[in-house]
């Protein structure tokens, strides 16, 4: 599995669509209960126009596909691990 890239473009509507983007994640990432997968990670920054990019580790992409986030997203597999300068780890809880 790949790392995949999210573009939210950044526009009034920004905030609502990373919630929708990340909520079904972070249900499924805690369905392992206390014990997370392991690397799985997201990690979010924005690009040189604003817009908002996140990052999905490979494992992350697992969920993320598994629970339908990417569904109405425009997603990107990345043929490589990107370059993660700039962006920040996103916090889940």
């Not at 473009?9 to 929708?20: E, F, K, P, V």
């Not at 392992?32 to 996140?54: I, K, Q």
Request: aromatic share 10%; with cysteine; net charge negative.
């Amino acid at each position: 599995m790949p790392w995949h890239k999210v573009v939210i473009i950044h526009n009034d509507q920004a905030r609502w669509s990373a919630a929708a983007l990340m909520r079904p994640f972070i249900m499924g990432y805690h369905e392992n209960g206390s014990t997370p997968p392991e690397n799985a990670v997201v990690y979010h920054g924005l690009n040189d126009t604003g817009d908002h990019v996140y990052y999905f580790s490979p494992e992350a992409s697992t969920i993320a596909l598994a629970t339908k986030a990417f569904q109405t997203f425009d997603v990107t597999p990345c043929t490589e691990q990107p370059n993660l300068d700039g962006c920040e780890k996103v916090t889940i809880s």
